[in-house]
């Protein structure tokens, strides 16, 4: 299992118009879409500068997926642009991990 990691912020009120974007128009359209995609999970933290820090986390099967649903550059954050209107920044780069379960 390969897990993609990728931060943004947004006021709290752009923050549950993102989630809601991703519910309902944003993961439906990847899941569809994207052979190998596994999952889809949303972290909030509030900050102390009056923003919420959000971390999106996808799931893929294996290199492959990822590749097919990233492109070449696959380190690159991939960013629809209905989400670039509802957050205030993100980093333009994700982070990768592959896992092993045990449990």
């Known amino acids: 299992m390969i897990e ?9 009120e752009n923050a549950d118009e993102y ?12 899941e569809a879409n994207v052979d ?3 999952g889809f999970r949303l972290g909030r933290r509030e900050t102390t ?7 999106t986390t996808m799931t893929f099967e294996d290199w492959d997926a990822v ?4 492109g070449e550059d696959y380190e690159a ?3 629809p642009e209905i989400a670039r ?5 993100w980093e333009p780069t994700v982070r990768h ?7």
């Open 85 to 89: 209107d509802v957050l205030a920044d």
């Open 67 to 70: 590749e097919t649903f990233a």
């Open 77 to 79: 954050a991939h960013v």
């Open 36 to 38: 190998g995609l596994t």
């Open 49 to 55: 500068d009056e923003m919420v820090e959000l971390v």
């Open 4 to 12: 993609r990691i990728w931060y943004a912020r947004a006021t709290p």
């Open 19 to 30: 989630a809601h974007l991703l519910e309902h128009e944003i993961v439906p359209e990847f």
């Open 97 to 103: 991990y592959e896992y092993e379960e045990f449990l």
